[in-house]
């Protein structure tokens, strides 16, 4: 049994190549995203496709998702072929928009639908309605995997599938999802890969010596996706997928050096943060959530504060940094909590939110702060 729309998708893409219309891969900026897009371009570029152009958007400056910003870049390259991957399946609006500027449109993703779909060619997500394929808990990088192997059928070679699954696993494992089924299956395939990888950005980091002599390869994975994790995008191309499509090896090292120390900065940032909110919710055990925000919190460093706070209290975090106008939150809640569902339950004070149950985040105007805080409480308290 395959994923719904799976062949399709892959028919589209064939199509694409055979008649040489522009292909635009657009991506999350996370690693699931980059591992997804840098997936797919192997497969088109390996039946002789070509990309016409990568999207990666800068949550902070112009929010998650299909973007109007990078809508207004992309219009040059219409009318054209536009994958979306690890996002697209909430952007009700803008998808219509890419369409009518004459991009034919291919959503993969894993996140939850709201409600409805939105108006795609074609969606590929394991948690649309009407998915009958068991196994849901991809990654976006795993359904580009998916959607490679489709695309590939007999041409997919041993030496490809083992380029294209470390990868996946590295997405995998840095977007946390489960690890059974297909995904332990990727995830075993990708670590037995890893240590024999011809990319440059890989070997670098095993032939570097931050790592201690008897890490185990798991650890050696985590420390890489924390040291990928560093942003630092430039020319729109995220740190990750500079470094995972980068060339030469003398010049993935050099990078690498020049993460770690940002990784180090980052670490220390975050720890200041953390160390605030800590002494805020110092006197507040009895809440069964956590609600703090601040100028001065990094949009940036939100996922790890979040992870981190919830994490020691076991609680729901919700953190944020606040402008005059604007708070921009992330979350990160134990198993057992629905994050999304109880923003839902709160989406009058809300302008956009969405992700996974346990990891997810919210937008919307500094005016509802205090609504939107004694809603989410009664929420966790009939909720904990
Ligand atoms: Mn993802």
């Known amino acids: 049994m395959k994923i719904k729309n799976l062949t399709k998708a892959a028919n589209r893409v064939q199509k694409a190549i055979a008649q040489e219309e522009r292909i635009i891969l657009y991506g999350d900026a996370d690693l699931d995203g980059v591992t997804a897009v840098l997936i797919a371009d192997e497969a088109i570029k390996s039946l002789g496709g070509k990309v016409a152009a990568y999207y990666f958007p800068e949550r902070e400056k112009e929010g998650y998702g299909v973007t ?22 909430s952007n009700f609006e803008e998808i ?83 690890r059974e089924q297909d995904n332990s299956q990727i995830i075993q395939d990708g670590l037995d890969a890893l240590p024999y990888s011809w990319r440059p950005g890989i070997r670098a980091f095993l032939e570097s010596d931050i790592f201690g002599d008897d890490a185990s390869l798991e650890q050696k994975v985590q420390h890489m996706i924390a040291i990928l994790n ?52 110092f006197h507040k055990k009895a809440d069964p959530w956590v609600f703090e925000g601040d100028a001065a919190f990094e949009y940036v460093l939100l996922g790890a504060l979040a992870s981190i706070i919830s994490q020691e209290t076991q609680k729901p975090a919700f953190i944020y940094t606040k402008s005059k106008t604007t708070l921009l939150g992330s979350v ?53």
Do not use: W
């Not at 109007?68 to 399946?89: E, M, S, V, W």
């Not at 430039?234 to 020049?258: E, H, M, V």
């Not at 200041?272 to 800590?278: F, N």
């Open 68 to 89: 109007r910003k990078a809508l207004k870049h992309l219009k040059q390259y219409a009318p054209g072929l536009l994958i979306t991957f690890d996002l697209g399946i």
């Open 96 to 178: 219509p928009l890419a369409k009518k500027l004459g991009f034919s449109v291919i959503v993969m993703d894993h996140h939850k639908a709201l409600g409805k779909l939105p108006k795609a060619d074609i969606i590929v997500d394991p948690k649309q309605p009407g998915e009958k394929y068991p196994f849901k808990e991809f990654a976006a990088c795993g359904l580009s995997l998916q959607l490679a192997k489709a695309l590939l059928g007999k041409k997919m070679s041993d030496t490809l599938y083992q380029s294209m699954v470390e990868l996946a696993a590295v997405g995998t494992i840095a977007d946390m999802m489960a």
């Open 230 to 281: 560093v942003r630092d995008t430039k020319n729109r191309r995220p740190g990750a997928f500079r470094l995972l499509s980068c060339p030469s090896l003398p010049k993935a090292k050099r990078t690498i050096d020049d993460f770690v120390e940002k990784h180090k900065l980052r670490r220390e940032r975050v720890d200041r943060a953390a160390d605030e909110i800590r002494m805020r919710i």
């Open 332 to 384: 990160r809640a134990p198993s057992g909590h629905d994050t999304v569902k109880a923003m839902q339950s709160c989406r009058e004070f809300l302008d956009t939110y969405g992700g996974h149950p346990q990891a997810s985040g919210f937008q919307t105007t500094a005016d509802k702060e205090k609504d939107l805080r004694a809603c989410l409480t009664q929420y966790f308290q009939k909720n904990k």
